[in-house]
């Protein structure tokens, strides 16, 4: 039900001032009017002085964070920003968590949490459930997304952070190919920016729609000096210079295949992609009989397309092994959530594949009389003067 703004900005204030504060955030912008700032963001900080608020600020085209003293000067600095017609406030303390949106009609639409205690499990432990990107962070009054999605990108993120050594600093250039509407793409940047990292994120995708629309979205959460979007295929889209850390989550079919075949030519330092529906060779299965004595596993419709799903994944994953990657398929999300669940998820290690792993994936392909669509761009990616 709406508020009166005033009183809510009041209580914002209240917590943003409280000793108990974790992190809060301003972004987007009320009905006819500007910020003159795109974006903010409020965190403790402790520094040798002693305690600071650090208030960082973005006019879209550079960022700029400053650290307050508590007291007169941080009050001066909270009420300079609350001034500003923001249009949402994200505020969490230890022991609760705000979110305001600023109406239409410039009234307040304000969810309060407690803090609550973990959930007890079944065999007597605390098990509580942890986001790397909260589902109520205010990137996503901007971004949307179904819960169903916010879920998916969170297992993605989760993944990520076992991917990348906990030691990593320094700068990050990092690409999402096939990056639709770049809920994945936000999310990655506002997760490794949070771990301190230099990050500079390009999303690829064909439709030049979805370019603009995201390009529009990188402005207003003031991040398109390091969030950039081009409209080109996976395969031939200009991206310079070369990633550290290229992205994928649901390219469809090959396009999972021009996502790992370019991954590996720019000798990207890790892959996270995470394919969806498999069509090639579950089409070349249908066209062949099976090895005996494998008849059954593709008489049936649905057992052939499950079983063309597991020999895709398994065999992208032995490529990449000997094309110099240290390779695994894990599961990164409950199926409840979506059944393209799977991840295929690599690290450069820069040592080619062995001769029982080369044995290992000919005998496969060979057996089942397969052409990966993967071994078939990185053969050509690998011919001289591309013959």
Known sequence: MPEPLDAALTEVRALLLDPALTRAVAAGRRRGQRPSVVRAELRPVALKAGPRLQISTSDGARPYTRNVTPGA??????????????????????????????????????HRATTSRPATAPDGHDRAKEYLLDPGDPIFTEIG???AKRRQVDAFLRALAATLPDDLTGSLRV?????GNAYLTFAAYRYLSRRGLD???????????????????????????????VAGTIADAVVEPAPDLVLGLHAC???????????????????LAAPCCHHDLAAQLRSRPAPAPYELLTRQGILRE???DVLTDA?????LRLHGYRAEVVEFVDSRHTPRN?????????????????????????QWQVTPRLATLLAAAEAPDGQ
């Open 315 to 319: 065999l992208r994953a032995g490529l």
């Open 145 to 147: 997304g179904t819960a």
């Open 342 to 366: 799977l991840l295929i998820r690599a690290r450069h290690t820069g040592t080619a594949g062995t001769e029982p792993q080369r044995a290992e994936y000919r005998e496969l392909v060979d």
């Open 175 to 179: 690409v999402d190919l096939g990056c």
């Open 306 to 308: 499950r079983f063309a």
């Open 73 to 110: 000067e941080a009050d001066a600095a909270v009420d300079a920003l609350l001034a500003e017609p923001f249009g949402n406030w994200h505020v969490e303390t230890v022991e609760a968590t705000l979110q305001l949106r600023v109406t239409r009609s410039g009234e307040a639409q304000v």
């Open 199 to 229: 990050v500079e994120l390009v999303g690829v995708d064909v439709r030049e729609d979805q370019r603009q629309r995201n390009s529009e979205l990188a402005d207003r959460l003031g991040w398109a000096d390091r969030v950039s979007f």
């Open 253 to 271: 079919d090959t396009a999972t295949d021009e996502a790992l075949a370019r991954a590996v030519r720019w000798g990207a330092r890790w892959i």
